[in-house]
Nanobody, 124 residues
């Protein structure tokens, strides 16, 4: 069992940056693929980024490429999402997720564990 707790969300202006953190419990964190998803009001939860267990491989949805960076620190059981050049379209609840089968997927159905989410609001 893995518990995930996100932090770092908030209200920012267009063009600002935020860094989200996701702290995980459990000794097997380093074996998991970790992902970030987001859900805007009235929309489906969508994939944002994922990172392999080693941190050597990452993947992003096209809309955040070049602006967002996912990283992890296995010694701290934490995964991060650095978000730069934020726009109102980035406004959503951001969720951290873990895939214990390490499939490195973009479908939310491949992730078994989820955090409670953290709100990011970008004001114009």
């Amino acid at each position: 069992q893995v518990q995930l707790v996100e932090s770092g969300g908030g209200l920012v202006q267009v063009g600002d940056s935020l860094r989200l953190s996701c702290a995980a419990s459990g000794r097997t964190f380093r074996r998991y693929v970790m992902g970030w998803f987001r859900q805007a009001p009235g929309k489906e939860r969508e994939f944002v980024a994922a990172i392999s267990w080693s941190g050597d491989s990452t993947t992003y949805v096209n809309s955040v490429k070049g602006r967002f960076t996912i990283s992890r620190d296995n010694a701290k059981n934490t995964v991060y999402l650095q978000m730069n050049s934020l726009t109102p379209e980035d406004t959503a609840i951001y969720y951290c997720a873990a895939d214990p089968r390490a499939r490195f997927g973009i479908s939310r159905h491949e992730y078994a564990y989820w955090g409670q989410g953290t709100q990011v609001t970008v004001s114009s």
